[in-house]
T-cell receptor, first 114, second 109 residues
Framework: DADVTQTPRNRITKTGKRIMLECSQT?????MYWYRQDPGLGLRLIYY???????NKGEISDGYSVSRQAQAKFSLSLESAIPNQTALYFC?????????????FGPGTRLTVT | GQNIDQPTEMTATEGAIVQINCTYQ??????LFWYQQHAGEAPTFLSY????GLEEKGRFSSFLSRSKGYSYLLLKELQMKDSASYLC??????????FGTGTKLQVIP
């Protein structure tokens, strides 16, 4: 079974709709991240959380919100989707108290906003 | 702020060696990652450098020079399955990771 899972894997939605992307992990990591990936722009950090009560904005947080419901779950919401939010979204996790800072990525959610 | 530069695309021959360069400008440098990403899939970890020098792991090696803001990923004995994008990422401060745009490597027979 995958350590980091994302649902849905693919989603098509219309402009103005609210949509939630979910991420769950069984790695026992306390740190979780949401990225989006666009061709030619690489991975860009949207939000990150170092613990259940900790939420931090990344470089492109406008138009997004997150919820860390439990250590294992981190959800990303688009309150009113717009076409330029069409992208591949990745959730990632990492462990605190280590020297490697390695991040483990989920399989991604391909979101299309029409 | 910070800037990470890597070539957009590279082509190399099966069985050969290829070096993918990454230069960066950042404050609060705390380490550098290399990730591999096949098309449509999640990035997977290849290496992490925090000190200057070469880290070798099988066919893949990664080098870091902090004074020059420079790293490279060396892939030896290239295989067709090595065709993928290679992402350089810099860790700044407290686990704040910034990714470069990636280098798309095509391995040809």
């Amino acid at each position: 079974d995958a350590d980091v899972t994302q649902t849905p894997r693919n989603r098509i939605t219309k402009t103005g709709k609210r949509i939630m992307l979910e991420c769950s992990q069984t790695k026992g990591h306390d740190r979780m991240y949401w990225y989006r990936q666009d061709p030619g722009l690489g991975l860009r950090l949207i939000y990150y959380s170092f613990d259940v009560k900790d939420i931090n904005k990344g470089e492109i947080s406008d138009g997004y919100s997150v919820s860390r419901q439990a250590q294992a779950k981190f959800s990303l919401s688009l309150e009113s989707a717009i076409p330029n939010q069409t992208a591949l979204y990745f959730c990632a996790t990492s462990a605190s108290g280590t020297d490697s800072y390695e991040q483990y990525f989920g399989p991604g959610t391909r979101l299309t906003v029409t | 702020g910070q800037n990470i530069d890597q070539p957009t695309e590279m082509t190399a021959t099966e069985g050969a060696i290829v070096q993918i360069n990454c230069t960066y400008q950042t404050s609060g440098f705390n380490g550098l990652f290399w990730y591999q990403q096949h098309a449509g899939e999640a990035p997977t970890f290849l290496s992490y450098n925090v000190l200057d020098g070469l880290e070798e792991k099988g066919r893949f090696s990664s080098f870091l020079s902090r004074s020059k803001g420079y790293s490279y990923l060396l892939l030896k004995e290239l295989q067709m399955k090595d065709s993928a994008s290679y992402l350089c990422a810099v860790i700044r401060g407290y686990q704040k990771v910034t990714f470069g745009t990636g280098t798309k490597l095509q391995v040809i027979p």
